[in-house]
């Protein structure tokens, strides 16, 4: 299998609203009605929001095709507010999952933040949704702590976590 991450294009963005659209129902349906869904994405997934991670140097969105078909995204920023570098979405199609393209995406984002300056990628993760609280876990995040996240009129524990940047070696890719 063949899995390119790089940065999306503002051409990519039907593609990101597919693959959020697609995973939620896949993932929340269970516990979020999707008029609420609906909402949150009508809000937060607008072509415009998520063809501005084109141009924020702060940000970054990255796509990940899998033989040249777009099975997974990353959203991330750099808080400045708060210095904190977050990987506010990551999102493989179900088909795709459990091949590595999720921590494919997730090491693209953290090689982004460490360009930033960032050594610790932060994020949120629903508590219902196990399957990913449990690979977070599995990888190294540590959580924190449990905030109340809205999507439309629904509200869902939210575990807020991180996990220390592993810093590339000095002599990576170094064959002599």
């Not at 795709?96 to 090491?107: A, M, T």
């Not at 949120?124 to 996240?149: C, D, H, K, L």
């Not at 996990?163 to 890719?173: E, K, L, N, V, Y």
């Amino acid at each position: 299998m063949s899995v390119l991450v790089r940065c999306w294009a503002p051409t990519d963005v039907p593609s990101v609203r597919h693959i959020a659209w697609t995973t939620w129902l896949a993932t929340y349906a269970g516990f979020i009605p999707e008029a609420d869904m609906r909402a949150f994405f009508d809000e937060y997934y607008t072509p415009g929001i998520l063809a501005a991670y084109c141009a924020d140097e702060h940000a970054r969105g990255f796509l990940a095709e899998s033989e040249a078909v777009a099975a997974g995204f990353a959203k991330t920023v750099l808080n400045r507010q708060d210095g904190r570098f977050y990987l506010s979405s990551l999102y493989v199609l179900p088909e795709y999952q459990g091949q590595g393209i999720g921590s494919r995406l997730l090491r693209a984002s953290e090689e982004f933040a460490l360009t930033l300056g960032a050594t610790e990628v932060w994020l949120g993760v629903m508590t219902q949704n196990t399957a990913s609280v449990e690979w977070y876990r599995r990888i190294g995040f540590r959580f924190e702590r449990e905030e109340p996240f809205m999507m439309g009129q629904t509200t869902v524990p939210h575990l807020i976590g991180y996990r220390p940047i592993a810093q590339p070696s000095p002599t990576a890719g170094n064959h002599t």
